[in-house]
């Protein structure tokens, strides 16, 4: 079992940035494709972005195409989500998750989760 730790998250303003990461420990990090998540209150859980085990490929949602990048050393057993030109509908509790495959956005498709990281954009 992969144990999952994300932190980076806070408030900003519209228009601002900030950088998630997500450190993992248990089985082999490198092995696995990641996903960030988000969870805006009153909404289901959504798919932000993916990232395949060597970093190689990775695939976002439309939503924030060309304003997040996600990325991952697994050297340090962390993969991050860097946020720009962030819009108050970003906010929400952010997750980082373990998958099979970055190319899938079904969060049932991922089956180890982290506890999440809170990001509130102010307009």
């Known amino acids: 079992q992969v144990q999952l730790v994300e932190s980076g998250g806070g408030l900003a303003q519209a228009g601002g940035s900030l950088r998630l990461s997500c450190a993992a420990s248990g089985r082999p990090f490198s092995r696995y494709d990641m996903g960030w998540f988000r969870q805006a209150p009153g909404k289901e859980r959504e798919f932000v972005a993916a990232i395949s085990w060597s970093g190689a490929s990775t695939s976002y949602a439309d939503s924030v195409k060309g304003r997040f990048t996600i990325s991952r050393d697994n050297a340090k057993n962390t993969v991050f989500l860097q946020m720009n030109s962030l819009e108050p509908e970003d906010t929400g509790v952010y997750y980082c998750?373990?998958?099979?495959?970055?190319?899938?956005?079904?969060?049932?498709?991922?089956?180890?989760w982290g506890q999440g990281t809170q990001v509130t954009v102010s307009s």
């Open positions: 998750a373990r998958g099979m495959s970055f190319r899938e956005a079904d969060p049932t498709r991922y089956d180890s």
